[in-house]
């Protein structure tokens, strides 16, 4: 299997995964964005709590010139941990969460 099918296989396992533990009711819809053509992926919280509004990307990753970016994580959990056990290599994981002069100091991918 090719490695980017590869890796949109784990993404979508993973936030499917994670977000079966989101609580969906009549007010706020959760909501999994898998786009293969484009590459983003994202698990979504979508409603209203009483008079708020709630729009929340909860989890977001892109796949970017083969490389996996991590853009949002609200959650307690370590996707990019996740993704290495499921046998992704480190350096094709980008944290695009922190800024880029901290990147060179993880253990994942820098540019």
């Not at 484009?38 to 909860?58: E, F, I, K, P, S």
Request: aromatic share 12%; glycine share 4%.
């Amino acid at each position: 299997m090719e490695k980017i099918t590869k890796y949109r296989e784990y993404i979508q396992n993973l936030l499917t995964r994670y977000a079966s533990n989101d609580i969906s009711d009549d007010q706020v819809e959760v909501q999994l964005i898998l786009d293969k053509v484009r590459d983003h992926y994202q698990w979504m919280n979508v409603g209203w709590q009483h008079l708020n509004r709630v729009y929340r990307c909860v989890i977001h990753f892109d796949i970017k010139d083969g490389k996996i970016w991590l853009q949002q994580n609200l959650t307690d959990r370590n996707p990019a941990e996740e993704l290495v056990a499921m046998g992704v290599p480190k350096e094709d994981i980008f944290l695009g969460l922190q800024p880029p002069y901290k990147r060179q100091y993880t253990e994942y991918g820098s540019v």
